[in-house]
């Protein structure tokens, strides 16, 4: 196998003529005899049982060609990229197969190259980052939500419902004295003052008590989604079960000692101020690095092959479609459920797949203007970061990830770290409505996924489940 030739022949394309030798193609033809004599049938031989010799004889000389070169093209095409240096990003088209026989295959083929880019500035970029800061009232905040997690629920029975109770219910409701569908439940756990069914309902349970059976008279909103229900007056026949209260822990030591491993009550708000203070910075630093990647991304010039956007889009549906599937969906599902198709899907990732792969090819230019280079140890540490993470041996990582996609993931995050760390940080200027606005179209161009995340959880979680008129 050799590389006859390689031309570059239009933007991004490269012609690569190249050849399959006697002896490659020779095997090439036997693997592929040795694949289809089983289902051959010869006169005066048993199905199976002709010699590749007589099979040639009887249907022509050529008649594993087109398999044994199915065999063969791949390592004799890979052969011929790596001699020729090129960095192909698509499969090969437009094969031509100048001759073909026992002297070998003499072929060329066109390929899609990774493109030649310029870009701008990348030391010095000025970013908006702001400036972290932790309130008592965050702490208070967090300490509060602590104190609600750690609260035990009381029953109650000397009393009437109040605002703020746990109350336990039977209810059905009546449209004009029919009971319509949804509108039923038994042993259902409602907090009163959480807002959970339309207006009225919750408020006119308080002041009843344990075991009461009573109706209450309400009115859905006129906006109410059920159509048959909207700006009805209906009745919900009631029946109270039991009254929980929550009791909140009190906020001292022993609180702190029994929820953290702190022995007061300062010491762990301390902590809760750092945890949020680091959440805080942490947040800040990535959404600086991604106005600084934007930046950048943003001066790439160079005609970008239309392949690496859409096999950009391939991957984000492929994770889109792995995360759907954790929930019990697919993307086809997903799809038909939101009453779209796939190609409009796919049109919502297409800008940011486009600054994706910007993004990508500028960072690979400044490793190689910088000279900047993966060591042993650190690709190494890097295999075993990810077996770790995958709770795999790293021998067998190697086995699955190429040396190429720890290298290049290294150098491209050290390349990330130079533009960073070369950077500036100013204060956030005051948004006029023009940037709020820009802000929202690139967002939601950049993540389409995120409007769709929610729409997801709804498919999975309400579509099956019969819905409660009762319910806002």
């Not at 029953?155 to 449209?175: H, K």
């Not at 750092?274 to 600084?292: H, T």
């Amino acid at each position: 196998m050799s590389l006859k030739s390689s031309e570059k022949t239009g933007t991004n394309e490269v012609t690569i003529e190249f050849s399959i030798d006697a002896a490659a193609f020779a095997d090439a033809n036997l693997k592929a005899y040795n694949k289809a004599k089983k289902n051959i049938s010869i006169p005066g031989f048993r199905k199976g049982k002709a010699s590749k010799a007589f099979i040639e004889k009887y249907y022509g000389e050529s008649v594993f060609y087109d398999d044994a070169l199915e065999i063969a093209f791949p390592d004799a095409y890979t052969a011929a990229v790596e001699e020729a240096g090129l960095d192909v990003v698509d499969n090969p088209f437009d094969l031509d197969i100048k001759s073909i026989g026992k002297d070998g295959v003499e072929l060329s083929c066109k390929v899609t190259v990774k493109p030649e880019i310029e870009i701008g500035e990348y030391k010095g970029l000025e970013a908006e980052k702001e400036t972290v800061s932790v309130s008592e009232k965050d702490v208070e905040d967090e300490l509060k939500k602590r104190q609600e997690d750690n609260a035990r629920l009381v029953d109650i029975d000397d009393r009437a419902v109040r605002d703020g109770d746990i109350v336990n219910i039977n209810y059905e409701g009546f449209n004009e004295g029919v009971p319509f569908d949804g509108g039923k439940a038994e042993e259902y756990d409602l907090t009163i003052g959480s807002g959970q069914f339309i207006p009225g309902f919750e408020e006119k349970i308080i002041g009843h008590s344990i075991g009461e059976e009573f109706d209450i008279d309400v009115t859905f909103p006129e906006e109410y989604h059920a159509e048959e229900l909207a700006g009805k007056p209906v009745v919900f026949k009631i029946k109270i079960n039991g009254i929980k209260v929550k009791e909140m822990p009190e906020l001292d030591d022993d609180f702190a000692k029994d929820i953290s491993e702190f022995d007061t009550l300062d010491e762990l708000k301390a902590d809760i101020e750092k945890s949020i203070k680091d959440n805080r910075q942490s947040e800040a630093d990535k959404e600086f690095e991604s106005q600084l990647l934007n930046a950048v991304a943003n001066t790439v010039k160079g005609e970008i092959p239309q392949c690496m956007i859409e096999k950009a889009i391939d991957d984000m549906i492929n994770d889109f479609d792995y995360r759907l599937k954790m929930q019990g969906l697919d993307f086809a599902t997903y799809v038909k459920y939101m009453g779209m198709s796939e190609e409009s899907v796919r049109d919502t990732y297409k800008e940011r797949a486009e600054k994706d792969v910007k993004l990508m090819l500028a960072l690979e230019k400044i490793v190689s203007l910088e000279n900047i280079e993966a060591t042993a140890e650190e690709i190494e540490e890097q295999y075993n970061k990810i077996a770790d993470a995958y709770g795999m041996k790293a021998e067998n990582i190697k086995n699955t990830v190429s040396e190429k996609t720890v290298k290049s993931d290294i150098v491209n995050k050290k390349a990330v770290d130079l533009i960073v760390k070369n950077a500036k940080a100013v204060a956030p200027s005051e948004k006029t409505e023009e940037k709020t606005e820009e802000n929202t179209e690139e967002k939601a161009a950049e993540e389409p996924e995120k409007a769709t995340e929610s729409d997801t959880d709804k498919s999975s979680e309400e579509a099956p489940e019969e819905e409660t008129p009762a319910e806002e």
